[in-house]
């Protein structure tokens, strides 16, 4: 059985520093492109961060330059270094596979076949 676990939340005044890691259960995925989404109460899903299988990263706006996306294929896990943690930053984050190969700057959830169950993130003012 497929599964992603997260793991690493917690938290966090703002300013500070957390490292989020999905260990997911196969070796198939090591071919997937992964991506960590976020969800905030009463708000859609949002992307994150996406690394494909080649170690090429993409991030959304609101995250560039504080988060950095990476995988260990050795480990079977992959991670969300996150940096200059503001209040807004504040969701619980999932980990997504991406079986259909998208392109880079796939960032609808719809584009993932496969998700963990997510890991508070809350980051205090």
């Known amino acids: 059985q497929v599964q992603l676990v997260e793991s690493g939340g917690g938290l966090v005044q703002a300013g500070g520093s957390l490292r989020l890691s999905c260990a997911y259960s196969?070796?198939?995925?090591?071919?997937?492109?992964m991506a960590w989404f976020r969800q905030a109460p009463g708000k859609e899903r949002e992307f994150v961060a996406r690394i494909a299988w080649s170690g090429s990263e993409y991030y959304a706006d609101s995250v560039k330059g504080r988060f950095t996306i990476s995988r260990d294929n050795a480990k079977n896990t992959v991670y969300l270094q996150m940096n200059a943690l503001k209040p807004e930053d504040t969701a619980v984050y999932y980990c997504?596979?991406?079986?259909?190969?998208?392109?880079?700057?796939?960032?609808?959830?719809?584009?993932?076949?496969?998700w963990g169950r997510g890991t508070q993130v809350t980051v205090s003012s």
């Open positions: 196969t070796l198939t995925f090591m071919t997937y492109p």
């Open positions: 997504a596979a991406d079986a259909l190969h998208g392109g880079l700057e796939t960032v609808s959830p719809q584009g993932y076949n496969y």
